[in-house]
């Protein structure tokens, strides 16, 4: 791939963002990543979008986690707004390890694509309009905490995939998310659990969910209007690795409150056990399955683990 230059810097950058970003087919300075107030992604939404990590691995380098994978969901997932970019899949992974290595973080790092309506427009449509498509990194810890969440069942359905596709993670569906986390947070929880409109698990505001029942580990099928989350995918090929019987199917509210244990799973969250839904305590308050899950996860996303190489992309060398 032919390196990207990098424009000349004339804006000064967010502390907490990287200094450089993708924007509209080159390298900027993060201050000149601006779209004008009339962009019609701004307006209704039209966009969507990834979360990625890189995580510091285990001997001190830094590597992508499920890139490619990531990308080829955000370019499939564009076609749900009839929406088209230049880049291939494997460019963007590129671009994406020479940003890392421009933003040079620290530690662990988040990295958000977005495909966009860039078109200043206020007509309520989705063709004949320019598509760009943006990146940025930043530092990035612990989503919610790893150690034991509250959560809460909330009054909020999740938006059908009749309405709006979870599967598409299309930025104007994540109000279904932020009243849902909104309303828990006010009420003191760490997140939310969100039921369909006929009365079952779909997820949380912004993860998947799992149930513990003995040797089985429940979670809610993709009809369910969840997320299709890569996530998901790693973890559920991890514990039937580990001699889990993994299923997907359909599960009741009431299943929440008798399960052994539950946990939210996804590229913020990583996989974060939960301690009580509603006030109840989980069944078992140790959680051991959502802790050996967790431990098994960050093994193979920090190198440890030599099963799962292959979901990694390394990040070396000196900026293109």
């Known amino acids: 791939m032919t390196a990207v230059e990098p424009r000349p810097a004339s804006a000064s950058s967010s502390a907490a963002i990287g200094d450089w970003a993708y924007f509209e087919g080159a390298v900027v300075p993060i201050g000149d990543a601006t779209v004008s107030i009339a962009t019609q992604s701004f307006n ?3 966009s969507v979008f990834e979360g990625i990590r890189a995580y510091r691995q285990d001997d001190g380098s830094t590597a992508l986690l499920f890139g490619l994978e990531h990308y080829q969901r955000l370019l ?3 076609r749900l707004l009839r929406s088209s970019v230049p880049e291939s899949g494997q460019a963007l992974v590129e671009i994406t390890r020479d940003l890392i290595r421009r933003n040079e973080h620290p530690g662990d790092v988040y990295i958000r694509p977005i495909i966009y309506k860039s078109a200043p427009s206020i007509r309520v449509q989705l063709t004949d309009l320019h598509d760009r498509i943006g990146i940025f990194t930043m530092p990035m810890g612990d989503y919610l905490p790893t150690g034991g969440i509250r959560v809460t069942v909330s009054g909020w359905q ?24 909104e309303d828990a947070h006010a009420a003191g929880y760490d997140d939310a659990l969100l039921l369909t409109s006929d009365g079952h698990v779909a997820e949380a505001s912004a993860a998947n969910v799992f149930l513990v029942f003995g040797r089985e580990i429940a979670t809610p099928p993709l009809t369910d209007d969840v997320l299709a989350g890569i996530t998901r995918a790693a973890i559920m090929q991890i514990a039937r690795d580990a001699g889990f019987d993994v299923v997907e199917r359909r599960i009741d509210r009431s299943e929440l409150y008798l399960a052994d244990e539950v946990f939210l799973t996804g590229t913020g ?14 069944g078992s308050p140790a959680s051991p399955t959502s802790f050996d899950l967790q431990r098994r996860y960050f093994a193979a996303v920090r190198g440890t683990d030599p099963r799962y190489a292959h979901w990694l992309t390394p990040i070396t060398g000196a900026p293109a």
């Not at 009749?162 to 104007?172: H, W, Y």
């Not at 969250?269 to 305590?281: G, Y």
Request: glycine share 6%.
């Open 76 to 78: 499939r997932n564009a």
């Open 269 to 282: 969250v990583q996989v974060a056990p939960i301690a009580s839904i509603d006030d109840r305590p989980v």
């Open 158 to 181: 999740r938006v059908s995939d009749n309405a709006i596709p979870a599967r598409g993670k299309i930025a104007g569906s994540y109000v279904n998310a932020a009243l849902a986390a």
């Open 44 to 46: 209704y939404g039209t």
